[in-house]
């Protein structure tokens, strides 16, 4: 992985260690020099630190204990496996001890409680997979202004809201600053009007006064420092293209 290129699009798997060896390597590898992304993955482990909250505490299902109870007298031996095992060990003179009732109903009841673990363990874990939030991005390519332009935009779960992100945009002076469009059916409104560094990182919170999953397409252009009320300047990144 190039370490000049941000790694944005794989830290939400990494905060969750859903990445193989090799990508987790690599991104661990670019955390160490990139204060950004650094940043972001403090963001997403905010929200993955907290999502084990938010599962509630399951009982598992009365049918639960009769199956497993079912299970496991079946798999007792019966009173004559049991009373030819002890006649065999009495000959042998083996010093083991024998099967008592007590040994007996104690071993049953740890398999009983090992099984209802279990399965509230994998209760929870199916929940917690359920319960992740579920991020839409949008992937904004450069133009012929900006041909090695990237961006990204993270919608929210319920689409109300995101995040911009954007890589390798020139850096303009200070009269002039790149503006967010959101567009549909021929109207474009600003959603944010941003900077970006030196080297050419830039990230902004998209406002916006409909849920963002209504807008099917999206433009980034330069513009005056401030904004404009409509485009007006070169386009340097979109979806639409």
């Not at 290129?5 to 859903?18: D, F, M, R, S």
Request: proline share 6%; with cysteine.
């Amino acid at each position: 992985m190039v370490k000049d290129l941000h790694v944005l699009e794989l830290i939400p798997a990494y905060a969750l260690e859903c990445l193989d060896e090799v990508e987790m390597k690599a991104v661990l590898a670019h955390l160490e020099g990139c204060e950004s992304c650094r940043a972001e993955l403090y963001a997403y482990r905010e929200v993955s630190g907290k999502i084990a909250l938010s599962v509630p505490q399951v009982d598992p299902p009365a049918r639960v204990k009769s199956a497993l109870m079912a299970s496991v007298r079946a798999s007792l031996p019966s009173q004559k496996d049991l009373e030819r095992r002890q006649s065999k060990r009495e000959r042998s003179g083996s010093g083991l001890l024998r099967l008592s009732p007590v040994w007996l109903a104690t071993g049953v009841l740890l398999i009983l409680l090992l099984g209802a673990s279990n399965l509230l363990l994998w209760q929870q874990v199916r929940e917690l997979r359920e319960s992740r939030p579920q991020f839409q991005t949008i992937s904004l390519r450069g133009t012929e202004a900006a041909p090695g332009a990237t961006g990204m935009i993270v919608i929210s779960r319920g689409g109300t809201h995101g995040t911009l992100v954007v890589d390798d945009l020139p850096d303009l002076g200070e009269d002039e600053q790149y503006q967010l469009w959101l567009i549909r059916d021929g109207q474009r409104t600003s959603g944010g009007v941003f900077s970006v560094s030196q080297d050419g990182y830039g990230s902004v919170w998209v406002s916006s006064p409909e849920p963002l999953a209504n807008y099917p397409n999206f433009g980034i252009t330069i513009e005056p420092a401030g904004g404009s009320p409509g485009p007006t300047g070169k386009k340097v990144l979109g979806n639409d293209l």
